[in-house]
């Protein structure tokens, strides 16, 4: 994952809430199995609407409980391979935001004036070490999981930091075992 | 400190490192859709499976329902690829899998519980939202994405904070006619569809305790439409007299169950209380799950661009009453009702009447094992009769990622989860109801109220 520093440049706008993840990316578009290329397929639906306008900016300003509904990883990786690279909004919903974190698209949370404003301005500065949000006429800053900011800020894999701690794990299934272990037999012996 | 069910489920799993939160996952669940790009991280990162033997994989998706009985078969090719490439990664990396001609493929949060691998007190994941089904058995049951699929693989552990706790609290019984599905609609119209987000949620009380298990399942299946991280149920005598004998689950109920339930006195970050007495028969007028209304009321006057947006997209418009709704399609499913006691349920509402003229309805098997009771009962027969088509197992048209979808325009009533714009079929109008006031829709052309249905007839 490449490391996130800051995300400056125009902002484009979805001023909807409730936005769910079957509209950032429908499910004819699950049945690929490689994970690039989801980007044209972005908000395929709506895309197709009179008047619909989503220039392929860095930053995304979306409405409250953006990526709500299915769990699809598919929808950050479209936005993402769209060209966004962070997404301000007055809240999100878990599993997008978790996602989101995952490839190293930074889910940004402000309130809803801070959101209007920042639409207002077409612009901003996204700085995640200062976890500061910079537009012409403001600043705000914002929340985030400080080991989930260290990971984004130096590039990490998640997957690696884990298997640095194997001895932990292994340790916690050795007592689990030594304590009775599992109930019933494991899905191998079933299949 | 009194604990939470949930606590106590946290602690036991929880793995301190230092570098980020570690839960350790005794059961996770994997599908074709969300898993082929996190095996290939796998092979990519040159990394095997943590532990195959607490890992399970079905095909459910993508499915056709028609019969076909390989996944070679399938005659989308894209929907093929992903099937086969699911059944090569599980073979590469040593995974059970019940993929489509097995007579225990069905869709994954029904094949869990079915097996006996989903156990109270366990953490079970899987790359799908509707996971929480699982948090009926007492279980903390997350939905993951693809990355925390390659995660979890590879470690057997979720990095996870501990999210925030809820509890629903649910004062009185359900009335005549009123099911699990009305309850859960009718909850997340209460607090919203973010209503939970960033909380696991334990639903408790009277109404929640009297719910088979398949009720208790409908009900958790529905956090996430609530935005709930997970939905939870204390396991009772009722749980462990649905676990025990299954497949993989152990003969006689471990003592550690009989801990599971939160003690007098534990605190949550969040309660609300629901009044299960009130509520009755439920469905949706809009394109998110908490757009419901009672079936004896009438579309609501828009509060929003979002509400008008949505009834543009129903074709409906305000004051008309739910019962003069005219549908064209009917589908029972799904991962939220599909089980056997949904259909047996169904096609006791069916009894000999028939589908209305221009309908058509399908009933879709939540596995084979749901399917070939049902056969064994004879309630194919009942729905074949009436005029319904009867399917095999998959996800169906809970999401269209097969053949069945509906046309733009056409009007569903739905025993499933997601009524999204686009959900059933690009332009499709989505109506969520029990399966009861599914069946009794098919047979009338519109909604009725099940309540005076079932009494007239």
């Known amino acids: ?191 | 400190m009194p604990q939470t069910l949930f606590d106590k489920i946290w602690d036991a799993h929880e793995i301190g490192i230092p570098t980020h939160p570690l839960l350790y996952i005794d059961l996770h669940l994997v599908h074709e859709v969300t898993s082929p790009q996190a095996f290939d991280g796998l092979r990519l990162a040159g990394r095997h499976v943590r532990r195959p033997d607490r890992t399970l994989a079905t095909a459910d998706h993508n499915v056709p329902t028609d019969g076909t009985p390989v996944a070679a078969r399938i005659r989308d090719e894209l929907s093929r690829k992903q099937v086969e490439t699911l059944e090569r990664n599980c073979e590469e990396f040593g995974i059970p899998l019940f993929s489509l001609g097995s007579d225990r493929q069905g869709i994954v949060h029904i094949i869990g519980p079915e097996l006996g691998v989903t156990q109270p007190g366990m953490t079970i994941v899987c790359g799908d939202s509707h996971t929480a089904t699982h948090g009926a058995f007492g279980s903390l049951a997350f939905g993951i994405g693809t990355s925390e699929v390659e995660h979890v693989l590879a470690t057997q552990c979720l990095v996870q904070a501990k999210p925030r706790s809820m509890r629903i609290l649910y004062q009185g019984s359900l009335g005549f006619g009123v099911t699990a599905k009305d309850l859960i609609l009718a909850t997340i119209g209460q607090m919203g569809v973010a209503g939970a987000t960033g909380h696991v949620v334990e639903f408790a009380g009277e109404a929640i305790q009297a719910l088979s298990m398949e009720g208790r399942m409908t009900v958790c299946n529905m956090t996430i439409e609530g935005g709930g991280r997970a939905g939870m149920i204390a396991p009772d005598e009722t749980t462990f007299e649905w676990v025990i004998g299954r497949a993989g689950a152990p003969s006689e109920v471990p003592d550690e169950w009989r801990e599971l339930y939160t003690e007098d006195g534990a605190s949550f970050d969040k309660q609300i209380e629901v009044d299960a007495s009130a509520v009755s028969p439920m469905v949706t007028w809009g394109t998110n799950p908490g757009m419901v209304v009672p079936v004896t009321s009438a579309v609501p006057e828009p509060n929003s661009d979002q509400d008008e947006r949505a009834l543009d997209y129903m074709g409906l418009e305000p004051g008309m009453p739910m019962e003069e709704i005219k549908l064209d399609r009917v589908f029972i499913g799904s991962c939220t009702n599909s089980r056997i006691g949904d259909l047996r349920a169904a096609a006791e509402v069916v009894g000999g009447r028939r589908v209305a003229q221009g309908v058509y309805a399908m009933v879709v098997p939540g596995s084979q094992q749901v399917k070939l009771e049902a056969e064994r009962e004879g309630l194919d027969e009942v729905f074949k009769r009436a005029g319904f088509d009867w399917r095999g197992a998959g996800c169906s048209m809970c999401l269209g990622m097969n053949p069945d979808i509906a046309a733009p325009r056409e009007r569903v009533a739905s025993t499933s989860n997601r009524n999204f714009e686009g959900r059933q079929g690009r332009g499709a109008r989505s109506h969520l109801v029990s399966p009861q006031m599914a069946a009794a829709a098919a047979i009338e052309g519109h909604f009725v109220d099940i309540r005076e249905w079932e009494a007239g007839n």
């Open chain 1, 1 to 191: 994952m490449k490391a996130i520093e800051t995300i400056t440049g125009h902002v484009s706008v979805l001023n909807r809430d409730d936005v769910d993840t079957d509209q950032i990316i429908p499910k004819q578009f699950l049945k690929r199995i490689e994970r690039s290329g989801f980007g044209e397929f972005l908000f395929f639906d709506w895309a197709q609407e009179p008047g619909w306008e989503l220039p392929r900016n860095p930053i995304l300003v979306a409405g409250r409980n953006f990526g709500c509904g299915s769990s699809r990883e598919h929808a950050p990786w479209a936005l993402e391979d769209y060209g966004f690279q962070a997404i301000i909004a007055p809240s999100f919903a878990d599993i997008f935001r978790s996602n989101c974190t995952k490839i190293g698209l930074l889910p940004v949370q402000l309130t809803p004036d801070e959101c209007a404003s920042i639409r207002e301005a077409g612009e901003a500065q996204v700085d995640l070490a200062a976890q500061e949000v910079r537009w012409p006429g403001g600043t705000a800053s914002f929340e985030i999981d400080s080991d989930i900011k260290h990971r984004l800020l130096n590039g990490l894999d998640d997957i690696a930091l884990t298997l640095e701690a194997q001895d932990a794990i292994a340790q916690y299934e050795g007592e689990r075992e030594r304590s009775g272990g599992w109930a019933g037999p494991s899905t191998t012996a079933i299949a």
